[in-house]
């Protein structure tokens, strides 16, 4: 399972990234809720974490999930990564 993110920041520039098993199990580890089910009531705070797990984990960022979100302005889905 995949899933296809569009992070826009506070500076207009946006970055797509590509959630995959490890950034799924590391969120399924933090809230304790299946992506199946979360998919079913997804909050903001959800595509966030999800969001940066990815970029962490592909060394597009090295700050902690807070002050990541500090610098986004938005967060949606995408067909697929450019």
């Known amino acids: 399972m995949k899933i ?3 992070v826009e920041h506070a500076n ?3 970055t797509e990234v590509v959630c995959s098993a490890p ?3 590391k969120f399924e580890d933090r809230y304790d809720i299946a992506i199946t ?3 079913q009531d997804m909050k903001l ?3 966030l974490f999800l969001a940066h797990a ?5 060394g597009k960022t090295k700050l902690n999930f807070e002050d990541w979100t ?3 302005e938005g967060i949606g889905a995408s ?3 450019k």
């Open 70 to 72: 500090l610098d986004v």
């Open 12 to 14: 207009g520039e946006k």
């Open 54 to 58: 990815a970029m962490l984990r592909q």
């Open 79 to 81: 067909d697929s990564p």
């Open 45 to 47: 705070t959800h595509l």
């Open 37 to 39: 089910k979360a998919a």
């Open 4 to 6: 296809n993110l569009e």
């Open 23 to 25: 950034d799924i199990v």
